[in-house]
């Protein structure tokens, strides 16, 4: 089967995804071809199991269904999967050594429970009202196994179909949370390659749309909250040197490398400008983000850009209660004491 990212990207029959589905179907059918070797209660569980994925197979049917019929459905679609193919071609190019833009695209291909798991839950994302916004769906793989391009598949179909059905529709689309700062940052830098990719596709194909950026939301403790934090700790980083600094203070300088040319990216790409906003810019002439990354570190840019994708950690979220600046993340905000939604 061919699940090449550019292949679907160019596809509207979308015969491979019906063979997909229908060898599951196959797959599934046999699991109750010889149960002589198992007792009663086994019996009973592996048929609970073969429903749930005739259930599971339905739902990805549907989902195809959906992409034949929804012409705005399809084009999100369409367009992730470019963006995914270019993501992915920067990032291994760029983890091989290279720098700038790779010489040639990579065949990026989806493994077959990614896409199967993007066709699963297309539904109940593009409407609001279905009966599968009811479910949470788990993707159980090992590390490494592909859970997060899963994840960023769903996001960018998310982000891109809200602009189709509204250009002037913005704000946060999708959360992400994770319990440990580490892996927060190393899966930041991860998805802003896509951001960067999903970005230009908006550029090209909605230009009058809203832009498509991401935010971190980890706290002081990594990143300063506001401004005047962030400024003080780029100075302080200025006279000291970066090898000189203190790993307790908080640090805007999250991203190190650039991900759309794989540029390296210290302090002097980061600028707070007007002392109200900052500014991460690769500078490297020949990339398409010298003037600026579409990524808000700090948490006062958060709030007032409400980013289309959000990653933060368990304790921000904790905050909710207490913070009330948070509620714009939420698309609930006060002006002039009305309720906006």
């Known amino acids: 089967l061919d699940l090449s990212m550019d292949a679907l990207a160019q596809d509207s029959s979308f015969e491979v995804l019906d063979r997909l589905v229908g060898q599951y179907e196959e797959w599934i059918d046999g699991l109750e071809v010889d149960t002589g070797a198992l007792h009663h209660e086994e019996v009973l569980v592996l048929r609970r199991h073969a429903d749930e994925a005739r259930e599971a197979a339905r739902r990805m049917r549907s989902g195809i269904t959906l992409l034949r019929d929804d ?4 084009r999100a679609f369409q367009m992730t999967n470019r963006a995914m193919a270019e993501q992915r ?3 291994e190019f760029h983890r091989s050594g290279g720098r700038g833009n790779p010489p040639s695209a990579l065949d990026s291909r989806w493994r077959p429970f990614q896409i199967a798991f993007i066709l699963t839950n297309v539904r109940g994302l593009a409407d609001r009202d279905h009966a599968d916004r009811r479910i949470a769906d788990l ?3 090992p590390t490494g196994g592909g859970k997060t391009e899963a994840y960023l598949g769903i996001i960018g179909i998310a982000i891109l179909l809200r602009r189709l059905r509204d250009p002037s529709a913005a704000g946060v ?12 940052l190393q899966q930041h830098q991860r998805a802003t390659g896509l951001i960067c990719a999903l970005e230009l596709e908006r550029q090209r194909e909605m230009p009058n749309s809203a832009p498509i950026s991401i935010g971190l939301w980890v706290g002081q403790g990594s990143t300063p909250n506001d401004v005047d934090t962030a400024r003080r700790a780029l100075n302080r980083t200025r006279r000291v040197g970066s090898d000189e600094r203190d790993d307790d203070q908080s640090d805007p300088v999250q991203l190190r490398q650039c991900p759309w040319c794989g540029h390296e990216l210290d302090y002097h790409n980061y600028e707070i400008v007007d002392r109200s906003w900052m500014r991460v810019a690769c500078g490297e002439d020949s990339c398409t983000f010298r003037h600026g990354l579409p990524v808000h570190i700090i948490d006062q840019d958060v709030y007032a850009n409400r980013p289309s994708l959000l990653i933060g950690t368990v304790d921000k979220f904790a905050m909710m209660p207490w913070k009330k600046d948070v509620g714009r993340l939420l698309g609930t905000f006060d002006v002039a004491g009305a309720s906006e939604r």
């Not at 689309?173 to 927060?184: E, G, P």
Request: a positive charge.
């Open 173 to 184: 689309s999708v959360l992400m949370r994770y319990t440990l700062r580490l892996l927060t």
């Open 89 to 91: 071609s920067r990032q």
């Open 139 to 141: 993707l159980w793989f």
């Open 71 to 74: 012409e705005q459905v399809r």
